[in-house]
């Protein structure tokens, strides 16, 4: 079987198992074992918070919404993999780590900086590689050389937020870069051995279902290896809280969401990894919308609405 074969075998066998392509079996096929991420905080700011480029941040954002609590900055890096990597293993068995370095920018400094960062990360046992939560305005050329090299021999995931391919959604949520630039990223980054990723928000209310949908279409074909969705949820601390409490706006049922992912899996290659289905925040941070749902209830909902509708990640793709 060639390699070309192969790859769509895997491919067919990864989406008849959920009906859509997904991280954790891909990672396991990969890696022959149970692979999990382990969050870390490196003590990074963003350039939309620091001046930079603005201020303020990205409206919807407060990190502590989803630091876990063994990625504390105040705590050296390497406590808080070890600390991390064993929690996973007890917890869920797993063999091999990617170290997610995952507040804020995590480019957002200069090589010399990063570099010794993360080489203590790699150079953990049992740690396969690094995924670097980032900014398209945040990866120059000498940045992407060296992650170039070290993607030879170890697994290495470049997180380029997006969040929407809607440049007044960008600008409203004060993003600081407009959908050109994250293509621009993108184009620079491919070809280096590099896995690329996007994070994309489903449910900002001035954004019509159609233009939401339009998003997958827009990412199929640009390289993109893996897809984090989340859906638009309001946290305590950020600005778009302050919105939503002066002049409350819809947000996105339970229900409602679970047939919009499903539309939007319909219209997205199945060549790209779904590495993550909705957005998640712990009760006591989270402002809305309240669903009263355990992670493994959302997702086991939207895979039983694939099987309910009979269809399946790619399904609306037009081949060319």
Same mark, same amino acid.
């Given at each position: 079987?060639?390699?070309?074969?192969?790859?769509?075998?895997?491919?067919?066998?990864?989406?008849?198992?959920?009906?859509?392509?997904?991280?954790?079996?891909?990672?396991?096929?990969?890696?022959?074992?149970?692979?999990?991420?382990?969050?870390?905080?490196?003590?990074?700011?963003?350039?939309?918070?620091?001046?930079?480029?603005?201020?303020?941040?990205?409206?919807?954002?407060?990190?502590?919404?989803?630091?876990?609590?063994?990625?504390?900055?105040?705590?050296?890096?390497? +406590?808080?993999?070890?600390?991390?990597?064993?929690?996973?293993?007890?917890?869920?068995?797993?063999?091999?780590?990617?170290?997610?370095?995952?507040?804020?920018?995590?480019?957002?400094?200069?090589?010399?900086?990063?570099?010794?960062?993360?080489?203590?990360?790699?150079?953990?046992?049992?740690?396969?590689?690094?995924?670097?939560?980032?900014?398209?305005?945040?990866?120059?050329?000498?940045?992407?050389?060296?992650?170039?090299?070290?993607?030879?021999?170890?697994?290495?995931?470049?997180?380029?937020?997006?969040?929407?391919?809607?440049?007044?959604?960008?600008?409203?949520?004060?993003?600081?870069?407009?959908?050109?630039?994250?293509?621009?990223?993108?184009?620079?980054?491919?070809?280096?051995?590099?896995?690329?990723?996007?994070?994309?928000?489903?449910?900002?209310?001035?954004?019509?279902?159609?233009?939401?949908?339009?998003?997958?279409?827009?990412?199929?074909?640009?390289?993109?290896?893996?897809?984090?969705?989340?859906?638009?949820?309001?946290?305590?601390?950020?600005?778009?809280?302050?919105?939503?409490?002066?002049?409350?706006?819809?947000?996105?049922?339970?229900? +409602?969401?679970?047939?919009?992912?499903?539309?939007?899996?319909?219209?997205?290659?199945?060549?790209?990894?779904?590495?993550?289905?909705?957005?998640?925040?712990?009760?006591?941070?989270?402002?809305?919308?309240?669903?009263?749902?355990?992670?493994?209830?959302?997702?086991?909902?939207? +895979?039983?609405?694939?099987?309910?509708?009979?269809?399946?990640?790619?399904?609306?793709?037009?081949?060319?």
């Amino acid at each position: 079987m060639s390699e070309s074969q192969s790859r769509i075998s895997s491919l067919e066998s990864r989406i008849n198992k959920t009906r859509y392509n997904a991280y954790g079996p891909f990672l396991k096929e990969k890696f022959g074992c149970r692979v999990y991420k382990v969050s870390v905080d490196a003590g990074f700011s963003c350039p939309n918070r620091d001046g930079t480029v603005a201020r303020g941040g990205c409206t919807y954002c407060n990190n502590d919404s989803f630091r876990p609590r063994t990625a504390a900055g105040f705590k050296p890096l390497i +406590e808080q993999i070890r600390e991390g990597t064993t929690y996973l293993k007890r917890r869920y068995g797993a063999g091999k780590f990617i170290v997610y370095f995952q507040p804020y920018t995590n480019t957002h400094a200069p090589l010399e900086a990063l570099v010794p960062l993360y080489e203590v990360a790699v150079a953990q046992p049992e740690v396969v590689g690094i995924s670097l939560g980032t900014r398209p305005d945040c990866v120059d050329e000498k940045k992407l050389a060296w992650l170039e090299q070290l993607a030879r021999d170890r697994f290495v995931t470049v997180e380029y937020g997006l969040e929407s391919m809607h440049n007044r959604t960008l600008a409203r949520i004060n993003r600081g870069h407009d959908f050109q630039c994250w293509l621009d990223a993108m184009r620079r980054t491919r070809d280096r051995g590099i896995w690329l990723c996007a994070h994309v928000i489903l449910g900002f209310p001035w954004e019509t279902r159609e233009e939401m949908l339009n998003t997958a279409a827009a990412l199929s074909g640009k390289g993109l290896n893996f897809l984090k969705l989340h859906h638009l949820h309001i946290v305590r601390g950020s600005a778009m809280e302050s919105e939503y409490q002066s002049n409350p706006f819809p947000l996105l049922g339970f229900e +409602e969401y679970t047939d919009l992912a499903v539309d939007f899996l319909e219209r997205l290659s199945p060549d790209i990894i779904v590495e993550r289905l909705f957005g998640f925040a712990p009760e006591d941070q989270l402002v809305g919308p309240i669903w009263r749902k355990t992670k493994a209830e959302i997702k086991r909902h939207i +895979e039983q609405r694939l099987v309910e509708r009979n269809t399946y990640q790619g399904r609306l793709v037009v081949s060319d």
